[in-house]
């Protein structure tokens, strides 16, 4: 309220939405994922595959992924792999049902900034996301 006229506060311009991409070939996973993201405040983009994701024209707008590191096609390795020769600006969450020294070795090569072991809980997920946008700056 305007403390002069009484009036409302003109409306504030539209924060953009946060963006939150998530690669995983399971339908079920992609579904809960982003219907959980939604709900607490985020954009969600879901992809079927590594390739449909690196297909994008631009990902400027990309605020975090969500990998899942055993997928048909690609891997996640692989993803991040072509992402670290585009320069990425995103941090990465991976999620796998299966973890060994290598794959996770591999993913910090490729600076993932968490690793989920698939079933995560929802806090899990939200405190991974929230950490990898901090770490966005």
């Known amino acids: 309220m305007n403390?002069?006229?009484?009036?409302?506060?003109?409306?504030?311009?539209?924060?953009?939405?946060?963006?939150?991409?998530?690669?995983?070939?399971?339908?079920?996973?992609?579904?809960?994922?982003?219907?959980?993201?939604?709900?607490?405040?985020?954009?969600?983009?879901?992809?079927?595959?590594?390739?449909e994701f690196l297909s994008l024209e631009s990902f400027d707008d990309v605020a975090c992924l969500l990998l899942d590191l055993k997928m048909n096609g690609l891997s996640g390795i692989e993803v991040m792999q072509a992402l670290?020769?585009?320069?990425?600006?995103?941090?990465?969450?991976?999620?796998?049902?299966?973890?060994?020294?290598?794959?996770?070795?591999e993913s910090s090569r490729y600076e993932a900034i968490e690793c989920l072991r698939k079933p995560f809980s929802s806090d899990a997920l939200l405190n991974a996301?929230?950490?990898?946008l901090q770490a966005r700056g």
Request: net charge negative; hydrophobic share 50%; with cysteine.
């Open 84 to 105: 670290a020769l585009m320069d990425r600006k995103f941090p990465v969450i991976c999620m796998s049902a299966y973890w060994d020294e290598a794959t996770l070795a």
């Open 3 to 51: 403390e002069t006229t009484g009036c409302p506060a003109p409306a504030s311009p539209a924060i953009p939405m946060t963006i939150v991409c998530i690669v995983d070939d399971d339908v079920s996973v992609r579904k809960s994922l982003a219907n959980l993201l939604r709900s607490a405040g985020y954009a969600a983009r879901v992809f079927v595959s590594g390739e």
């Open 129 to 132: 996301v929230e950490l990898a």
